[in-house]
Structure formats: C-alpha cells, structure tokens
C-alpha cells in the first residue's frame, strides 16, 4: 500500500506581511506541493507501464481511495502484481519453489527430542495451529513450471511474503525522474515526503473475534497473537516456521536466536546461582572475614582522607562477609565455565543458524548486487558506470569517502574523549561523597559507590542518545554507496561508543581504582584530590555493584521504553488521523487504514544491540558478578514477548527480508567471548584475592589464620605521630615493595598465561568437535540436491539440442521455425523460417533457454 497525504489549502493571515510576502510565501508551498504531485503521478505512471497497474477495467490489481477531512486528505494506492509478473521476478530474484513435501515436517527443539527420549511432559511444547508445509525446494524456474507442487493453483502458489518482496522489488526499481540523476525507487520518495508510507497489508486484525472459534480458521496473524504474543506464552516454544512465514527470514533468525540465546542462559543461571548461594553457605566459615570481625581495636588503619580521623579494621566486619560473595573459589571457577560456555553456545548457534538457513531455503541466499542508497543516489556528485551492471550509477571518489571516514574517526575519538571525562567526574563526585560521608560518620563506601553508579547509568543513558543521532549524521555524510555498507559502518560506530559507554566504569574499577594510590605520605593524587583507593570491601564488591546498577537498570530502563514509547507513537498517530476518522463516520475502517494507524517498524538494530550489550556483561565481568546470567534471562523472557507484541500489534507489517544468518552482530559476539576470557583472567589475577589467599595457604597456614595481618604494612615514621596506623599493601616501613609483592606478582602474571592457554586450548577442541553443518543436515542437502537435478533435467532430446546434434522447432505466432543450434564454440545462428519472419521472440527464448554461454551474437533473417 502506498500512502501520501495531501494537506487542504487554507487563506493565511496577512496581517503584518506586505502582498509580495504573502504571494511569496503561497508559490513556495504550491510549488513544492506540484513537485511532489509531478513526482507521484510520473512514478505511478511507471509502474502501470511495468504492468503492476492494470485499468481498472480489468481485473483490479490497483484499487485507489482517499480518506479526507478539513484539514487533509489521505490517498491510499493498493497495489498487487498480477501471475505474470509474479513469474517473471520469482525467476529473476531466485525465489525457491516447492518440489516434494519432506514429511514429517522436522521438528528442531532440541530440549523437545531429549524429554521425548526421557517419557518426560514437556509443558513448553504446544500445538499451533496451521504450522507451514516443509517441502525440499529449488530455484524457480519458469520452463519447468509443471516440475513444481501447487503450480496450477496461481492464487496459492506463491506465498504473500514472497508476493511483498517481488512489489518491494518493483517499486525499488521503478523510474520516477532522470536515470542519470538516480531517480529511482520509493525509498527515496518517502524520504522526500512525496509519499508518507509505504508497507504490506496485515492479514486481518490480530484479535479474535470469537475466543471459541476453531484454531484452524484463525488467520496468520491471529495465530502469532495467540500462541506468541501473549504473555501467558512466556514458557512455550516460539512458532518459528510462522514467524517467518508472516514476517520473513531476517525477522525469523533474530527471534530464533535470542530464544536460542534465552535457553542457554538456564544453565548458566543456575550455575551462576548455585556459585552465589554456596558463597552465603560458606560465608560464616570465611577465616579472614573472622579475624576482621574480632580484631577489635588491634589493627588502627590509616586515615582514608586528609580530614579524617583512623579508623579499626573491625568496622568493616559486615563488608568483608559480603565481599566474600564476590571473592570466593567458587566465582574463579564460574568465570571459567563462562568462557566455555561462551564459545560453545556460539558453536552450537552456528549448528542450529545452518539447520534454520536450509529448513528456510536461504542457506544459499547471497545478496544480489546492491543498488545505491536513496541519499547516496541524492547527494552524489557525479555519475558513473557500475562496472558489474555496465550501466552508469551515482559516484562518489573514493579517496573523498575514506577522508571523511578519517575525519569521522577522529569525531569518535573526540566523543569517546568525552566519555573520559564524564568517567573522570563521577570519580570526582565519588571522592567527594566519600569524604562528606566519612566525615557525618555515615557508611561513606556504599553510598558514593550506589550514587556514583546512578549518576554513571544517567549520564551513559544521555550519551548513548546524543551519539546515536551523532553517529547516524556521520555513517550518511561518509556517503556509503549501498544499505548494507552503510548499516556495517553504522553498526561499528554505534557499537565502538556504545562499548566504551558502558565499560569504562567497570574496567576503571576493576583494574585501575587503588593501582595508583601510593602510600601514607607519598599519595597519588588527581586534581588535588588523593587518588580513589578501594573501599573496606575490596574493589571486587563496588564492581559488583557498578554491573548491577547499570545493567540491571539499563535493562529496565529499555524495557519500560519498549513497552511505553510505542503506545505514545501509536496514540500520536491516530490523533494525527482523528479528524479523518470523524469525517467517515458512515463506515468501518478498512484494512490499509486500520495499518496506516500503526507505527513504522525500526528494524532491528536496537534489538540487536541491546542484547549484544547484555552478552558482554554476562562474560566479560561475570567473574565479579555472577547473578548476572540469572538476571539477563529474566529480561530475555521479557524481551521476547516485548519484541513479539511490537512486531504483531503495533508496528505496521515490513517487508519481509531474506536472511541466513545474524550477520556482523556474530564477529561482535566471537570477538566478546573471547575477550571475556582475557578481561576474568586480568580480574581473577589483579583484583581478586584469591591468588593472595592461595600464596598464603601454599606457604603459610591452610586454615588462613593470620592472613589479615599477612596483607597489612604498617606506615613511615612519621606519618601519625599520635599512633601508629596501618593499611593494605605489601610493603615495608619505608614505602619499599617487599619480597612478597613480586612473588605475588610472578604468581599473577603465571596465572594469567595458564588460564589463557588452557582456556583457549579448550575452546579450539571444542570449535573442533562441534562441527558448524549438522551431518543429518548435509544428508538432506545432498537429498534436496538430487531431488533438484532430478526435477529439472531436460528429457534426452534436449540434450541432443544442447549438443547441436538435433534440430528443434520451436513456435511463433502460430508459426513453426527449424533451428539449427549452434556448438558453444559458434556465434551464428542459423534459421530455416517456415512462414513469417516473426523470430526475434522465438530466437530470444530458444538461446536464453538452451545457449546461456552466448552473450554477443547477430540475427541474420533472409525471407524464403
């Protein structure tokens, strides 16, 4: 459907503007309103010459409306390629068509085929209605028409996805203006404004009118409603094959992987809270957190500030029991399990993606050669010939695109500067948070590090807008030639930003906060202000802490998002069309007015970038947080009804897109996972005391007894003359590191290249064992193969004719023509005509079909 509004005229005020003014400013609008009605009326003239229009004398394949008001009136332009047309482009656009039903229709829930196995209820499985055919398939081709199942019912053949995507195809195609000048295609008209939308029916309303009514007459839509969308669904299989069959493979595959990814989160949620609960079990017996709690008043600490007063060791009795939550065995070997867990779920994803990719008939889907973007096409400053097509294109130098790309660069660099900053002034407030609570007496650590990491979350949340539209204004002025450049180059930026956004705070505290604080006389210090050290706790506890917040409320800021701003555009969109509707009181709306109502559908990446964002924290830093699968799964489950309720209820229906994989979203995931393996070794070896307490075990006491005293140096000379203090490092009196530091750190980095290289080891045997195609899936590739060859062969006289050992007559007009068919080696046809010298059809077929390999060749017709 096809939309443009059309705004009525109305007298404007004079008052204060002289004639010429006013006569001005009517020309202005006028003109730009008969631009676009020139625009629009060439461009629908186009495609009735295309042959998408036919008169509505004919079969209506075109039905034009309007909808008007006072104010506006809205035209609706419907549009249906006809059975020919259908043909034509399923043949040029490589569509698949059916050869054989595959039955039974597979079933690819794994967790289903294991509780069958076991006799055990699967209370996730349910039974919807209608599920789509399986059929093994090949490309379409029009002079095996009768190879193919459904052929002779052309109302059902072609599916609607399929018809959406040869009118898409169209439309993008159709001329409206100047070739040389790229005007072509709707993408760039609704860009302009000459029309406001542009989308594919919904096949009815997602309601049911009757919840009594059969599962089987339920519309597709209705289907998606209620055995998806709802929320009492939440513990069911998602209905892929319906989901791609109403919305599309790119649509299908991003649904089919975050249930996939939902459904490996189980496993490590429930590792992740068996390790968090065995931590509160074992927090009672935790020696050093004992000793902490009965020193009493025999460790005196040094002041944490240069107001403050010393403080005991005992007062931090509470935060070394729960710091042990975070820093215990058990976490060292959850990070471990992670990072296999990581990379086998990105080795099984390839297994189930390729299953997908067959099962459908996009395995072998690559993209066709792309035209220009509507504003390249736009902006573009000269023209060119595409050297692919050989037909001239928009052009812009190369070297004036990898300039800007450079300059652009150097904007990044200058926006993740600003990310510093920001970073640098919440460690400010922090400090000076610290140093006000700590003199009110108040427990100064928790509430700057909870404070800090609000403000963090808000001013993360406000840069990741700004840079957004910051990086979007940047991919355009780079002038990438195609959607899929420009997509790839704004995903990077987004991405890069998106990444430094949200785990500066993190990495700060995990490897740098207390790195820098020197020692009692000697401190560091940062505008004035001594450098951060880590609170009572350990600098592992705040890390905890900065995930939870910013995580956890980054999730239920998004889904509070997803869930209110739909309804607001919904609702603005239907006030924009209240006056329209008053003026129709006579009858119901109508399907494509009942569309147009909803919102534009934004595509994807936002969806993708959120849960990408959420993978990172589950892996890089689980380490110190490992209640953060538990929680990514509980907003996964809530994600995916989220996403589905958009799609079916309020998003108008977009084209459907064909897809075999989650393209660049993948090489973000790898190259995550296995930095996650890096960042838990740096955190386990730096940050954690668990190495210190195994040092201590190996040399000392295995029951830890004296361990405190073991991490504690006392303070120069000097430095206290009322007493003398003392404070965490491996010091001696004179500020000197001690033997024990260096042992300490042999021991760390020795850790660190051990874990990296079992780790990694392991991970290779894995990517080696787990093969990326399925074996059953080559057997019915190979089966499909066959199948395909079979169905298509020509019969032997036809391979006689493509050996130019036979002549063939073929039909024109009612006429008969003798060829005679050239060897692959000629560049001649010769021609007996019989009759009429009507043969360019006849000769045009006959090569197209039977001598593909001659690309040049003349036509010579002598009369008998």
Known sequence: ????????????????????????????????????????????????????????????????????????????????????????????????????????????????????????????????????????????????????????????????????????????????????????????????????????????????????????????????????????????????????????????????????????????????????????????????????????????????????????????????????LFDHPGTVFFSVFMSFWAVTFLEYWKRKNATLAHHWDCMDFQEVEERPRPEFAAMAPAMEHNPVTGVKEPYFPEKARISRMLTGSMVIVIMLCVVMIFLVTVIIYRSIVSVMMFETGSSAGNIANISSSMVNLALILLMGQVYTALAEQLTKWEMHRTQTQYEDAFTFKVFV???????????????????????????????????????????????????????????????????????????????????????????????????????????????????????????????????????????????????????VCEYRRPVAERAQNIGVWFIILEALSHLSVIVNAFLIAFTSDFLPRLLYQYRYNQELHGYVNFTLAYSPPGYNLTSHTVYKAFRDENGNYTLVYWELLAVRLSFIIAFEHVVFFVLRVIDWMVPDVPESLEIKVKRERYLAKQALADNQEALLVSRGQLPVQVSCHGDVHTFNPPHAHCNQVCLEPQGSAHLLQAVQLFISHHHPHLLNFHFRITQP
Request: charged share 20%.
């Open 497 to 647: 930003f998106q990444f430094v956004n949200f785990y500066s705070s993190p990495f700060y505290v995990a490897f740098f906060k207390g790195r820098f604080v020197g020692y009692p006389g000697h401190y560091g210090t940062l505008f004035g202000m001594r450098n951060e050290d880590c609170g009572p706790g350990g600098c592992l506890i705040e890390l905890a802490e900065q995930l939870f917040v910013i995580m956890v409320g980054k999730q239920l800021i998004n889904n509070v998002q997803e869930f209110v701003i739909p309804k607001l555009k919904a609702w603005k969109q239907k006030k924009s069309m209240a006056s329209v509707k008053k003026s129709q009181e006579s009858h119901d709306p109508r399907r494509w007015e009942k569309d147009y109502e909803l919102i534009e559908c934004e595509g994807l990446f936002e969806e993708y970038l959120e849960i990408v964002l959420q993978f990172g924290f589950i892996t890089i830093f689980v380490a110190a947080f490992p209640l953060a699968p538990l929680f990514a799964l509980l907003n996964n489950w809530a994600e995916v009804r989220l996403d589905a309720h958009k799609f």
């Open 1 to 324: 459907v096809l939309v443009w509004e059309v705004k009525t005229s109305r007298k404007r005020r004079s008052r204060g503007m002289s004639g010429s003014e006013v006569e001005t400013g009517q020309s202005r609008s006028e003109k730009k309103r008969a631009y676009q009605a020139s625009l629009r009326e060439k461009f629908i003239h186009n495609l009735e010459s295309a042959g998408l229009i036919h008169p509505v004398s004919s079969v209506s394949f075109c039905l034009q409306e309007e909808a008007a008001s006072a104010k506006k009136t809205i035209h609706y332009l419907k549009l249906s390629a006809p059975w020919d047309m259908m043909v034509y482009y399923a043949e040029e656009l490589c569509l698949r068509a059916p050869l054989q039903v595959e039955w039974p229709n597979p079933d690819f829930n794994t967790s289903a085929r294991v509780l069958q196995k076991l006799h055990v209820p699967n209370v996730m499985s349910q039974s919807v209605p209608n599920r789509p055919v399986d059929y093994y398939t090949c490309a379409f081709r029009k002079s095996k028409m009768e190879k193919f199942l459904g052929s002779e019912n052309h109302d059902t053949y072609f599916t609607n996805t399929q018809r959406h995507r040869v009118v898409y195809e169209i439309l993008a195609r159709t001329v409206y203006g100047k070739r040389k000048r790229a005007e072509v295609g709707v993408a760039r008209l609704l860009s302009e404004g000459v029309f406001t939308a542009a989308y594919p029916l919904h096949e009815g309303p997602f309601e049911a009118a009757d919840h009594e009514v059969s599962p089987e007459v339920l519309n597709p839509r209705q289907v998606l409603f209620q055995y998806w969308a709802r929320w009492t669904k939440w513990y069911k299989y998602q209905p892929l094959d319906h989901i791609r069959e109403y919305f599309g493979e790119k649509i299908a595959i991003y649904f089919a992987w975050l249930g996939f990814y939902t459904t490996w989160l189980v496993p490590a949620a429930l590792v992740g809270t068996f390790v968090f609960i065995s931590g509160i079990i074992s927090m009672g017996s935790n020696t050093p957190a004992k000793e902490i709690c009965n020193s009493g008043g025999r460790y005196l600490m040094c002041p944490l500030c240069e107001t403050c007063s010393p403080w005991n060791l005992s007062d931090i009795c509470p935060m070394a029991k729960v710091g042990y």
